[in-house]
């Protein structure tokens, strides 16, 4: 393959990645949208998305498009590849039922969050995340428990490359502050968002370190600020937090 066909394939590859990305911000699309979304003609649209629908990567209805169930299959394939998954999803679902609350498990890769799973206690808030999607690590509870054992170079590089985007007034947007955050939470062994990433709900997160002092991943329980107040908030569920880490940890240790 010469060089040309070789930077064709790939430029191939990032657009049809594009698309797909595109009918997830969306939801659905026609073909004049992504004409408009993007720099090319309608028959080059229509041609990719005519490929991605006999794939089963997209779906027709009428004159839209949306997302197929095949990259479902991807996913759950991808999310049982993750041994942290396998480990530590029952403790999260237990989690749940004993505190009431939506419990989480997140793991870092490419320098964002991405949720393997998500649990719901009786009294669960229901909220706009998903399992599989991706967020940012600087403005959730999660993600700094994560980041705060992360060596320093390597936390400076997630933020060159993904910023430190303002979701709510209490989101950390400058660097320095995000390292003393970073610091305090390596002291306590807990991180807290006080409406950092979504007005009206808090979260307490505890990481997920082996036995190699690697950080492979954090859970958490969130709710709203009305029930996430005082020594529970401070105490009670960092508690239970790191009690169900442990039994994680130990579990990664001797699988």
């Known amino acids: 393959m010469s060089n040309q066909q070789s930077s064709n394939a790939v430029k191939t590859a990032q657009t049809t990645f594009a698309i797909l990305e595109e009918l997830k911000q969306r939801h659905e699309a026609t073909v004049t949208e992504l004409t408009d979304a993007f720099d090319l003609s309608k028959s080059s649209i229509h041609n990719y998305l005519s490929t991605l629908e006999q794939d089963g990567y997209v779906v027709k209805e009428d004159k839209t498009y949306r997302i197929g169930l095949r990259l479902l299959d991807l996913g759950g394939q991808a999310r049982h590849r993750e041994r942290i998954y396998d480990i530590a999803k029952d403790e999260v ?88 955050r970073l610091e305090r939470i390596r002291e306590e062994d807990a991180a807290f968002d006080d409406e950092a990433r979504v007005k009206g709900l808090r979260c307490v997160a505890v990481p997920i370190v082996n036995n190699n002092d690697t950080i492979e991943g954090a859970i958490s329980v969130s709710g709203p600020t009305s029930r996430f107040q005082g020594e529970r908030y401070r105490e009670d569920l960092p508690a239970t937090l790191k009690s169900v880490a442990n039994v994680i940890e130990l579990n990664i240790t001797y699988t």
């Open 93 to 180: 679902t237990a989690l749940a039922e004993e505190t009431g609350e939506l419990a989480n498990l997140l793991v870092e890769q490419h320098g964002r969050g991405i949720y393997l799973h998500r649990a719901h206690g009786a009294d669960a808030v229901k909220t706009d995340s998903y399992i599989g999607q991706r967020v940012y690590l600087h403005n959730t509870a999660l993600g700094n428990a994560i980041l705060a054992h992360l060596p320093s170079d390597r936390v400076n590089e997630i933020i060159d490359q993904h910023g430190m985007p303002e979701t709510t007034e209490n989101t950390i947007t400058d660097r320095d502050d995000l390292f003393a």
